[in-house]
């Protein structure tokens, strides 16, 4: 289940509140200019589909978003826990870093932990199969894949480095619970 906790940056133990319906994630989140949504997809997806088959079962919604934002860019990412590089690849985002445009994912299957850094507070959101999260440009935040990763998410673009992430050398990403063990589900 998706999940939203909040805490005070300087008390990675104790949150201050936990959500885990998507309204009230969608609504806690909004306060701070971050989406998140739950598409449902128009037809079957499977692991191993191609990019295009995966892009249309999401085609009105990717629609939507590109003709709102001028994405100009949309690719289909995936990673199983028996890939070779998934502790090359789980090390990639795990520090706080930004970028300089939205970070905008959308699950279709599998999870992954995005941890964002606004003021003096820390949001974790536990994202699964069906969320879409928009983080604005320029916001800290940090990515855990876990240990064993499993997703497939469609990755929206402006510019071709929109991926390139600008690391602020803090630590405040080691001291917040990391996609533990366990948490992780496989993908269908
Ligand atoms: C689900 S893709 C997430 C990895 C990524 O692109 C990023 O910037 C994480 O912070
Ligand atoms: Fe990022
Ligand atoms: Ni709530």
Known sequence: ????????DTAPDSPLSTHDEAADIGKALSTIGVGFEQWAASQPVAPGDAPDKIMDAYRVDIDRLVEANGFRTVDVVS???DNPQKDVMRTKFLDEH???EDEVRFFV???GLFTLHVDDKVYEVLCEA???ISVPDSMTHWFDMGP???FIAI???TEPDGWVG???????????PRYELGQARPAP
């Not at 289940?1 to 005070?8: K, V």
């Not at 600008?166 to 917040?176: E, M, N, S, V, Y």
């Open 79 to 81: 990673i199983a826990p």
């Open 148 to 150: 064993d990763p499993s």
């Open 155 to 157: 990755r929206f673009f």
């Open 1 to 8: 289940m998706s999940r939203l906790r909040i805490f005070q």
């Open 166 to 176: 600008h690391f602020t050398g803090t630590d405040i990403a080691q001291r917040f």
């Open 109 to 111: 299957a599998g999870s």
């Open 98 to 100: 930004f970028h300089k």
């Open 130 to 132: 069906g969320d879409l």
